[in-house]
């Protein structure tokens, strides 16, 4: 058994959806758990429309989702024949599902409808590529995720309930994949055989459901996190992430296009990778995948004969310097009121505001009456912390900051990647550098 996870480029257009469905067919004596994100930049759209309803302009956030009614619609057209209309009338019952939540002025908080509207990016793309490949006779099952990842009810960052989805999975297991050693090994059953089962499910990353069957999402990107719940409870041979690039690489080749390829990486580094933000695998990606040893693949949907990279436990002998540049940050600069130091105190009381306000700091240093903070600028979120902040220190925010991260840095890369900027701050171990400099 293997999961496959499906970001949003590779499901960009009918022709990637297209794509999609050779690299599964080419796959044909797997057991396949599939995980797909919403299409492109669906999610951003969504957004879009979640930040009109919320603000009061109901018709705009209409016409917005207009939008995506129609990319959706015009990409089944395209795609389908024989199961167009029954994908069609699927299509239109999540479309009702966010133009009914949208019909009444909004009385719950702002993350409540956020999660209702966003996720059905994914039930769009997931029932799209499910059709496509049933008519291209790539059997599978659709499934609603909705209906086996439980959570919490921390609207946008939701808490996997891991008692109840573990149960769910195992009924998953005994439904889709319990005969299909049988059918490997018999040729007696066939696809026509009412025993068979193809072994290919469909379904959701990013989003899940509470016990009052309410939606919500993992935090952005969340569909690798998605597919590596399913690979642990699965007890998966192996997760693949399907991406636009070769492999993971030293650095984010649209910004670094020298950036080298890696091959191996083990679990330790990408957990740190993520952390200081690179942008190829969500954090949380790794921890249920590392528990049970599973390991990672990432590999180009683009050509998928290239070997990409794997992420397991071994440590691989020599890396290169890996970069990681995060834009858009803050610097919270928090002073003492009185001249008294920095004690645990007010650090805890600190860490209660980021919690509240689900901020997580990218780098923070400490000096007997201050305190720095660097935060990716969220102007909302920093507004936030800045007034509940001020209640204990005297607050300033610098803007317009960027944080360079190098694991494995040598002094030589770091003088070339910081030549000629004005570094507001430094931090350094043995195995890695920030710097938050201006732009
Ligand atoms: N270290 C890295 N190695 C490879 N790609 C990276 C790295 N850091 C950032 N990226 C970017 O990640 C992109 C692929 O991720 P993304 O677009 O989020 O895919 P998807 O939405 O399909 O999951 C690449 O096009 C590349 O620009
Ligand atoms: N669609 C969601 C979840 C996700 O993981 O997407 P992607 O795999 O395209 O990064 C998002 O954009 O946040």
Known sequence: MKVFKFGGASVNSVERIQNVKEIIKSYSDEQLMIIISAMGKTTNALEKVVEAFYAGHKEEALQLFDGIKKQHVTTAKYLLVTHYNACIEQLNSFFTEVEWLMHDKPVRAFDYYYDQVVCVGELLSTCLVSYYLNEM?????????????????NFRDA??????????????????????QAAQSSSVLTADDANYTPGI??????????????STTLGREGSDFTAAIFANLLNAESQTIWKDVEAVMSADPKQFPDAEIIHELSFDE??????????????????????????????????????????????????????????????????SQDFSFVGEKPIIRLYEYFASNKIRPNLIQTGAISLQVCLDDKPEKIDHLAAEAGAIFDVQVEKGLSLLTIRHYTTMLIEKMTAGKEIVLQQQDKQTIQVLYRD
């Open 137 to 153: 006779q790539v059997a599978n099952t659709w499934l609603d995720v909705r209906d086996i990842i439980r959570t919490d009810d």
């Open 270 to 335: 990408v957990i740190e990778m993520a952390y200081y933000g690179a942008q190829i695998i969500h954090p949380k990606t790794i921890k249920p995948l590392q528990n049970k040893g599973i390991p990672l693949h990432v590999k180009s949907f683009i050509d998928p004969s290239l070997p990409g990279t794997v992420i397991y436990k071994k440590q691989p002998r020599h890396l290169p310097p890996i970069i990681i540049i995060k834009k858009q940050q803050a610097l919270m600069h928090l002073h």
């Open 201 to 214: 499910v469909i379904t959701q990353g990013f989003i899940g459901s509470t016990d009052e069957n309410e």
């Open 159 to 180: 808490t996997i309930d891991w008692e109840y989805t573990a149960r769910k999975v195992d009924e998953l297991k005994a439904q889709y994949f319990h005969n299909m």
